[in-house]
């Protein structure tokens, strides 16, 4: 039993790494690279007013 669950929690923690891997690879998402969530925008302006 103890065998069963150290494997299933492997198999979880590999998992879990190769969905990270494969949206780090992903080229679908555009933003900033950090995994952040952010987006690139055109449409908004960004002022530098000193």
């Given at each position: 039993?103890?065998?069963?669950?150290?494997i299933?929690?492997f198999?979880?923690?590999?998992?879990?790494?190769?969905?990270?891997?494969?949206?780090?690879?992903?080229?679908?998402?555009?933003?900033?690279?950090?995994?952040?969530?952010?987006?690139t925008?055109?449409?908004?302006?960004?002022?530098?007013?000193?």
């Amino acid at each position: 039993m103890q065998e069963f669950i150290i494997i299933l929690v492997f198999v979880a923690a590999v998992g879990f790494l190769a969905v990270r891997a494969y949206r780090s690879f992903s080229k679908k998402q555009a933003g900033c690279g950090k995994g952040c969530g952010c987006a690139t925008n055109t449409t908004v302006s960004v002022s530098n007013k000193r």
